[in-house]
């Protein structure tokens, strides 16, 4: 997987599949065929000042995804800050590792934002100079414990 490098130092480009989760299970449980699963690659922005995932409403629609009650507040690098929705049952897949999220809606948005919560659950470390993420373990998603 190719990264683009972005002007703005700590974020570069990667290609990042978005599915339904709840198409997922059904896929699994033998209700819904693979073809029939909802998911889309998007190109999303590798960003280490920003924390959670964020993906644009209109990719959010396509995929059907389920709106979370409550909208929460959002704060920009511009200084401005706006209200946005979130959804849930986010399946996400980056650089062959996979987790499920809940995302905050950009009604505007054309790439989606991927945030420190995102890199630390799929265990990516990011190389700004390079404009790469890399998993900390080639073979293992690394977790702490006591």
Do not use: W
């Not at 049952?89 to 991927?114: H, M, Q, Y």
Request: hydrophobic share 45%; proline share 4%; net charge neutral.
């Amino acid at each position: 997987m190719v990264a683009k490098r972005e002007p703005d130092v700590g974020r570069f480009k990667v290609e990042v599949e978005l599915a339904n989760y709840d198409d997922i299970v059904a896929l699994r449980l033998g209700i819904l065929s693979a073809e029939k699963v909802r998911r889309v690659k998007i190109l999303g922005v590798v960003d280490s000042g920003a924390t959670h995932l964020v993906i644009p409403t209109a990719i959010a629609e396509q995929l059907g995804l389920r709106t979370i009650p409550g909208k929460v507040k959002v704060k920009y690098a511009n200084g401005a800050s706006a209200k946005r929705d979130r959804v849930t049952g986010v399946s996400l897949k980056l650089l062959g590792r996979d987790s499920l999220f809940n995302a905050i809606l950009e009604p505007k948005g054309e790439t989606a934002l991927i945030g420190a919560i995102v890199l630390e659950d799929l265990d990516f470390l990011i190389d700004c100079t390079k404009g790469q993420l890399y998993p900390r373990d080639p073979d293992f998603v690394v977790s702490e414990a006591e």
